[in-house]
């Protein structure tokens, strides 16, 4: 069986479309896999990986409904009985970083969202709290994809204005660390398994954070997540993550100093 993700959102496809296809593979009855730009190494175990150049859609979804189990991404309760995460911190572990403190990695995003100014972010001053408060202990990695990147996740990235703090703050961001040839994703594949603590924002950078263990703070304000507790009932079957869900500033403080404390 070929499985299709429909040029669908990166966060549904780690939800619905890779978990199917990998459970065909444990069962033997998956025969290729169909998705978008840079995703082979998402798909590592498909026998024949095709990539599609086209734009995601977040109208998509509607399709996903059709072809597979969990389609209907924002429900209170998934259906387990054709859905198997692959386990990428075993498949991608790796010895390459030499890391001196632990590793905390913050990821962001700044774009409208569902056609509404953007509400599901880290703005500046939080950043700047962040960095300041955990920069003694942590190796920090800031993750905000921009638009030179090259990639596309169904809407445009706007600009948050928070790249001289980090370059003033010297936090390492995903940028520093890609060397030549090497793609984002595989960075994020290969960075990840070093990581046990996530700042990560409502979307795909949570979900994908989530099948990496360890302690992940998600930070959102609006969405049908937040109304279908989804992050309580089973953002931690993706792998094993302690999820803790907040919904404004003074409660992401509040939740990363008992997280991340270190004494």
Same mark, same amino acid.
């Given at each position: 069986?070929? =499985?299709?993700?429909? @040029?669908?959102?990166?966060?549904?496809?780690?939800?619905?479309?890779?978990?199917?296809?990998?459970?065909?593979?444990?069962?033997?009855?998956?025969?290729?896999?169909?998705? @978008?730009?840079?995703?082979?190494?998402?798909?590592?175990?498909?026998?024949?990986?095709?990539?599609?150049?086209?734009?995601?859609?977040?109208?998509?979804?509607?399709?996903?409904?059709?072809?597979?189990?969990?389609?209907?991404?924002?429900?209170?309760?998934?259906?387990?009985?054709?859905?198997?995460?692959?386990?990428?911190?075993?498949? %991608?572990?790796?010895?390459?970083?030499?890391?001196?403190?632990?590793?905390?990695?913050?990821?962001?995003? %700044?774009?409208?969202?569902?056609?509404?100014?953007?509400?599901? %972010?880290?703005?500046?001053?939080?950043?700047?709290?962040?960095?300041? =408060?955990?920069?003694?202990d942590y190796e920090i990695v800031y993750s905000r994809f921009r638009k030179d990147m090259g990639y596309d996740d169904t809407v445009d990235t706007?600009?948050?204005?928070?790249?001289?703090?980090?370059?003033?703050?010297?936090?390492?961001?995903?940028?520093?660390?890609?060397?030549d040839g090497e793609s984002y994703n595989f960075l994020q594949l290969k960075l990840y398994p070093h990581c046990e603590k996530f700042i990560t924002?409502?979307?795909?950078?949570?979900?994908?954070?989530?099948?990496?263990?360890?302690?992940?703070?998600?930070?959102?304000?609006?969405?049908?997540?937040?109304?279908?507790?989804?992050?309580?009932?089973?953002?931690?079957?993706?792998?094993?993550?302690?999820?803790?869900?907040?919904?404004?500033?003074?409660?992401?403080?509040?939740?990363?100093?008992?997280?991340?404390?270190?004494?």
């Open positions: 069986m070929v =499985t299709d993700n429909h @040029n669908i959102e990166f966060g549904y496809e780690l939800i619905a479309v890779i978990p199917f296809a990998y459970w065909l593979h444990t069962q033997g009855k998956l025969t290729g896999t169909i998705s @978008n730009f840079d995703s082979s190494l998402f798909y590592y175990f498909s026998p024949n990986h095709t990539e599609r150049d086209e734009r995601r859609h977040s109208r998509k979804w509607k399709d996903m409904r059709l072809y597979y189990d969990n389609g209907d991404v924002h429900r209170s309760i998934l259906d387990l009985s054709r859905w198997v995460p692959p386990p990428y911190k075993n498949y %991608y572990a790796n010895d390459e970083y030499n890391f001196k403190k632990p590793l905390l990695i913050v990821t962001n995003k %700044y774009n409208l969202e569902w056609k509404n100014p953007p509400a599901n %972010y880290l703005d500046v001053p939080m950043l700047e709290w962040i960095f300041r =408060t955990y920069r003694d706007m600009d948050l204005g928070e790249w001289d703090l980090v370059k003033s703050m010297r936090i390492k961001t995903i940028q520093d660390l890609k060397k924002v409502q979307g795909g950078t949570a979900i994908l954070a989530s099948y990496f263990g360890g302690d992940n703070i998600i930070f959102a304000r609006k969405g049908m997540e937040i109304k279908r507790k989804t992050y309580q009932n089973w953002y931690s079957l993706f792998g094993g993550s302690r999820i803790h869900h907040v919904q404004d500033y003074g409660a992401l403080k509040a939740c990363s100093k008992k997280v991340l404390s270190l004494s």
